[in-house]
């Protein structure tokens, strides 16, 4: 992730209100584009990182600052005091309405969204301790010593500092193990899930962790305004909010602060224009802006930020791999069993894909699964990867049973595997990529993120990616992004990403499609390698000239069951083989 342009461009930010010269006028909208610009922060971790699309975050805000509201007004609590628990309300709030809403998916998880802010809106205008409709007023202001923040000039550094602890806060937390698997839930959620990441903690907690921006900036509100009522925390501001973040560059940090200054700004400039320019009074901004919404996501779908950037900075600086080696996981004797599928089953409604598959893997050895197209191959991969789980018929790895064990339990178990359709997560660079597959070497989680007290841990995780990348012939790609290789070089990434796994059983799904002549030779010699120390390789590939001279074993299927295995010389010449790859009349 780009380090160097946000935080100076935040800090040069922080000088403005010492121009004396600056009306306060401007100052104030600052100050709400500042508290925009927090929650937007939160969205570009909920929604442009981890594809969670919500509407309802201003719902978060309102339980902030109703929280500070109730607190200051009718206990006496000071207003600083109450800061974590404003944060805690809508932190809370999110873990309760996440566990139901975070059940869904697609469309129908936006909707969740819209229903619940719609909900909790009328929920704040109605009862009595929130005041109804009409809210709660006499909020006392921040105090600095003696000193009130009454107005714009003096509240702008606390907002704007409260947005600087929010970015660097922020991405440290994206810059760090546990960033990387929250960046993988948008587009890379079934690899990461294969490589120890589990997807429904990843989702709540970036869930919650933009409610509590919310809170945060919720807070803020409370006590600029000093008065509360339900119409800022309903829906059309949360979809306000989501479109800020949108039109600044949802995958970008900077982008969301540059969002919020813009939309604020323009937004305010068009209500006092538009009257005068058509003669009298209206919504006319409404219209003007959704003109200017949709023309800005035609000319700029990946927002605003990176029209600007990406011109003059096009990749990610690479991370240092200057950390000690992560130990190295014992692996089982040559020849000893390592993997046991007993009559594996899998049908898809009236579909037998998987019928009554028996199969043994041992260690140090290749092993090729082959057949015609549908013949069940993937399928199988995904039974002996728990992805999928089995009609009936049961998988052991080494002694211990893979039934009702989750992606991560049998990643850790030290099962790697590729995907037929290649699975990296697009706005991730290579190294970052490959990385992912040490998640579970790692132990740092979110608030050592923040702190940035993991340094030591990264550089050991990016040191492994680092090894893993020069080992399958990709070193000097590491700061490239994952889309911007060809195919084949991005099937060879999944290797590496794989193998930062440190697998006793490596399963690779077509890992030659793609590949030239001579990068077939060398991921042969790879392979090869690998078997020699002791991996187990079950690969699935449909090049018989690299199957055939590279593979210790085959096994071969055929309409989902098991139509031979043996020796690759013994199942070239095998005549019921050759019927199903070539017809009857071959």
């Known amino acids: ?134 809210g709660i007023s006499g909020i006392p202001p921040l105090r600095i010593g003696s000193t009130a923040l009454l107005d714009s000039r003096s509240y702008y550094p606390v907002v704007w500092i409260a947005v600087g602890i929010v970015f660097l806060l922020t991405r440290n937390l994206l810059d760090s193990r546990i960033g990387r698997a929250i960046r993988a839930l948008h587009g890379g959620a ?180 082959i057949g015609p197209n549908g013949a069940g191959k993937s399928t199988t991969f995904d039974l002996l990867t728990s992805v999928a789980t089995p009609t009936s018929g049961a998988v052991h790895f080494l002694g211990a049973s893979l039934s009702h064990r989750a992606g991560p339990a049998v990643a850790r178990l030290g099962i790697a595997r590729s995907f037929q359709h290649v699975k990296l997560v697009g706005g991730m660079s290579v190294l970052e990529n490959v990385a992912l597959g040490a998640h579970l070497r790692g132990r740092a989680g979110p608030i050592r993120a923040m702190l940035r007290l993991d340094r030591v841990e990264e550089a050991r995780l990016f040191a492994e990616a680092h090894r893993q990348l020069a080992r399958v012939g990709l070193a000097g790609l590491e700061a490239l992004p994952a889309r911007s290789l060809a195919l084949g070089q991005q099937r060879v990434v999944e290797i590496a990403r794989a193998l930062c796994l440190d697998p006793v059983l490596l399963l690779l799904d077509e890992p030659a499609a793609g590949l030239r002549h001579a990068e077939k030779v060398e991921l042969a010699a790879l392979l090869r390698t690998l078997r020699d120390q002791g991996v187990t390789v079950l690969l699935v590939e449909h090049d018989m000239d690299f199957v055939m001279n590279l593979t210790d074993r085959l096994v071969v299927m055929n309409f989902g069951a098991k139509l031979a295995e043996g020796l690759p010389a013994v199942i070239g010449h095998n005549p019921a083989v050759i019927e199903a790859y070539l017809g009857s009349v071959a």
Not at 9 to 23: D, G, H, K, M, S
Not at 272 to 301: H, K, M, R, W
Not at 327 to 349: D, I, Y
């Open 1 to 134: 992730m780009r380090r160097g342009i946000g935080p100076i461009l935040l800090l040069l930010w922080l000088c403005v209100p010492l121009v004396q010269a600056v009306p306060s006028f401007w100052l104030t909208l600052a100050d709400y584009a500042g508290i925009s610009a927090i929650i937007a922060i939160g969205i570009v971790v909920l929604t442009g990182m981890g594809g969670i699309t919500s509407f309802g975050q201003a719902t978060f805000m309102g339980f902030g600052a109703y929280a500070t509201a109730l607190l200051t007004t009718q206990a006496g609590w000071s207003p600083w005091l109450t800061l974590p628990v404003a944060m805690a309300a809508a932190g809370l709030a999110s873990l309760v309405i996440g566990a139901v809403t975070l059940r869904l998916s697609g469309h129908y998880l936006a909707l969740g969204t819209i229903a619940w802010s719609v909900a909790f809106f009328y929920v704040f205008g109605n009862l009595d301790v929130l005041g109804r409709n009409d």
């Open 190 to 369: 079934a690899a990461a899930s294969s490589f120890g990441v589990g997807l429904a903690g990843m989702r709540m907690l970036a869930f919650a962790y933009a409610a509590v921006l919310a809170g945060l900036a919720g807070w803020l509100y409370a006590h600029m305004q000093r008065s509360v009522s339900p119409t800022p925390f309903g829906l059309n501001q949360g979809i306000e909010y989501l479109l800020l973040a949108v039109v600044g560059g949802l995958e970008r940090l900077p982008g969301a602060v540059l969002g919020a200054l813009v939309l604020t700004v323009v937004n305010d400039r068009l209500q006092d224009l538009l009257p005068l320019l058509f003669g009298s009074q209206g919504n006319y901004e409404t219209i003007v802006f959704g003109f200017l919404l949709v023309l800005v996501l035609q000319t700029a779908p990946a927002g605003l930020w990176p029209l600007i950037v990406d011109r003059f900075s096009r990749h990610a600086a690479a991370h240092p791999g200057g950390g000690e080696p992560l130990p190295n996981r014992t692996l089982p004797q040559p020849g000893a069993l390592v993997l046991q599928a007993e009559g594996l089953r899998k049908v898809f409604g009236g579909l037998v894909a998987v019928s009554d598959l028996s199969l043994e893997l041992h260690a140090g050895e290749i092993v090729g699964l």
